[in-house]
Each structure stands twice: as C-alpha cells, then as structure tokens.
C-alpha cells in the first residue's frame, strides 16, 4: 500500500491561466506538496477560457461548472461575490447553487480520485461548502484562511460564526497568514486555539528578486492595492500632496482597480498632482516583478490588512517598504529594521516617512536590504510548502 496522501484542496480562488494571479500562492502551495509524499488534486470554478479539467506542473485541476453558459459564471474571480451575493435575492439564490455545485464535484471527486484528506482555502465561501461535505462523509479536514473570509467572520459574527462553530470545532487543523488573524479568529472561539497555527503566504522567488536588468528610479513610489474603502488610498494621495510641497522630483504610480477608482482620480486633480500620479491597472505577476525593481518605495497603508503581500513581495525585489501598524502588516514590517510603520489614516505620518526614506539614501538602502533578506528566510516556498505538507499529514495521523 502506497504511503503517498492524496488531497482533495477546495478554493474558489485558482489561477486559470499562465500569469494568472488568482489565488497563486495556493499553486505555489500545490506544486510542491509532491515532493513531501502528496498528491494534491484542485477543484475550482470554472471561468470562461479556462478548461474544466487539466494538469499543470503536475497538479491535476478540476474546475466545475455552475451555470449554463460562461457568461453567467461570474461569482468567481471578480473579487465581489459577497457584495454580489448580498444585493438582491437572486444573488442569494445564485450562490446557494454555486455552493451546490462545489460540493458535488467534492463529492463525485471524493469517491473517484480516492480522497483521503481535505485542505480548503477561505472560510468563506469554502468553508461553508466543507462543512456540508463533513455531514455526508467523514474525512480530515484542514482549513486555511487568508483574511477576507475572516472579515467577513467579523462583520457578520452573530449569523456567519453561529453557522459554522460546529464545522470549525472538528477541523483537524486551521492555518491563517498572520498573528492578526489568528488573535481574530481566537476573538470569536478561544477553543480554536489548539488547532490554530500562522503560516505566512509562500512567495515564488523565481518571480520575485532583485532584478539587475531593471534599473531603479530614485524617485518613484508604488503603491500596488485596490481601490477600496479598508486600501485606505485616498490617505496615500492627501500624504503624498504634502510630500510634492518639499518635493518636486518624486512621483507615485498606483497599481490595481476597484470601486473608489472614480473618486481616487478626482482626488488626484482635486490636489493638481495629475503629472506627479499615474494610474495603470492591474498587471502579471511577471511584471509586478519589473514594477517592484523600479521602485524605490513601496507603500501600503490598508486597515486591518490580512497579510500584506504588496509589501512582501516588494521586499523580495529590493525595494524600501512602509506600511500601516495595523494587521498582518505588523508580522512583515518591524519599524526601523526594515521598513516603516505609521499611524492608520494619518496622511502627516505617512508623509513624513515617505520623505524621510527620499532624504536619506542611506536609511532607504539599509532598510531596504534588511526587508530583502527578511522576505527571502521567511516566505520561501519551499520551507512553508514543506509546513504546509506537515499539517496535512499531522491531521490525517490525529
């Protein structure tokens, strides 16, 4: 009999095609659990142009399909089912089928493919498809959670957790990204606390490094986000007009998309810094890599931010990064040894450290190579790959 573990890994988040970034830190997860005795098998949503079932870099994909064509097939990706879900009655009928459909690939998977151990990623929506997969057969269960699906824990704690406090009480194991999560999950339910381990998102280095080819602008900032109320961006734009009073050489470019965009524009010619920021959308991981290496700062002062990837990544490619004291950012940047903390919504802090990591080249190369090699020992994928795999099969032995 084989000593090889097959696990079935549930997410509503996967990546669909080559330089896709949707969930790939799980693929990151999934590539390399082979080497340390699994074999992983994906099912995700389905998407238009993706296949329904596929192999990529020996991880068997399974997407299953929740509508009749694929323009209906929109919950997925978009990065707003729960407000979609939430608006009318037909959303909440629309995901209710979505849930159906993901556990019944579960199930049919399950049973073909000889499952052994479950590992799912987000509470929401995953969870809830787990926990109806745990009533009908009994299987080890590992969960991971990476901050959204938390929020909304939080934000909606007197329905979501009631619901699911059975379901979370049997898991096996639960990992979250951050020591913020984990003290927020521990806020809803003490009694997770045996079950609960920080396991930082793994990086692919061979993405994320110090670029020599790429040569790096004095005088830039990014700020990779979204344009969204807890991203807080419109903080970063009122710091920055006060960083081109003393300033007149540094400019800021902002990565991303979101429903504030609008207002964010109107920001920046409201503050007449139309030449000094520019906008561009959302790009590859392959060319965040190149963004990264530009930059000489890197900004993220979100609210309550799960992890904090932006910054991490950031750090990979050798840039000097500031964040918020606030969330998982707090287990990325420790102030002063490198990057800088500020103030939540505090557009003179941030401000302020933005101008002192420009005035001082020194401080700037010093924090920047101590973030380097900060990111390279912590969020190696190999090693937290490696971590993962020991979770998985410490729950299947318990």
Not at 339 to 353: K, Y
């Amino acid at each position: 009999m084989s000593d090889r573990l097959k696990a079935l890994i549930l997410t509503h988040n996967y990546p669909r095609y080559q330089g896709d970034f949707a969930g790939v830190f799980i693929s990151l997860l999934a590539k390399n659990l082979p080497e340390q005795g699994i074999d992983p098998i994906i099912l995700a949503p389905h998407d238009a142009g993706a296949a329904e079932r596929e192999e990529i870099d020996g991880v068997t994909i399974y997407r299953f399909r929740y509508a009749d064509t694929d323009a209906k097939e929109n919950i997925a990706y978009r990065g707003n089912m729960h407000q979609l879900v939430l608006k009318s009655p037909t959303g909440i009928f629309r995901f209710k089928h979505f849930l159906d459909s993901f556990r019944n690939s579960a199930l049919d998977i399950i049973e073909k493919e000889h499952i052994q151990v479950v590992a799912g990623h987000w509470l929401i929506p995953t969870g809830i498809v787990m926990r109806s997969i745990k009533k009908r057969i009994s299987l080890p269960m590992v969960l991971s959670s990476h901050g959204t699906d938390i929020r909304l824990m939080r934000l909606y704690s007197g329905i979501v957790y009631q619901y699911l406090k059975g379901f979370c009480r049997s898991l096996n194991r639960w990992t979250v990204v951050s020591n913020f999560l984990r003290e927020a999950v521990l806020e809803a339910d003490s009694k997770l606390e045996p079950i609960l381990e920080v396991l930082p998102l793994p990086h692919d280095e061979t993405l994320f490094y110090r670029d020599t080819a790429v040569k790096r602008d004095p005088n830039l900032m990014v700020a990779v986000t979204r344009f969204t109320k807890q991203k807080r961006v419109d903080f970063l734009i009122k710091a920055f007009a006060r960083v081109t009073e003393r300033n007149q050489m540094v400019c800021l470019e902002l990565f991303g998309s979101g429903p504030l965009k609008s207002e964010i524009i109107d920001m920046i010619n409201r503050f007449g810094l139309k030449e000094r920021v520019k906008l561009h959308k959302a790009v590859p991981q392959e060319q965040l890599r190149e963004v990264y290496n530009r930059a000489s700062v890197v900004a993220l002062n979100s609210y309550q931010e799960g992890f904090g990837l932006a910054l991490s990544e950031a750090m990979l490619c050798g840039a000097a990064v500031i964040g918020t004291a606030s969330g998982g950012i707090t287990d990325i940047i420790t102030h002063n040894e490198n990057g800088l903390l500020v103030e939540v919504d505090n557009s003179a802090a941030l401000a302020e450290a933005i101008m002192q990591l420009f005035d001082n080249d020194e401080l700037r190369s010093k924090l920047a190579d101590a973030g380097h090699d900060h990111a390279r020992q912590t969020y190696a994928s190999d090693s937290l790959s490696k971590r993962y795999a020991e979770i998985i099969k410490e729950a299947v032995k318990k």
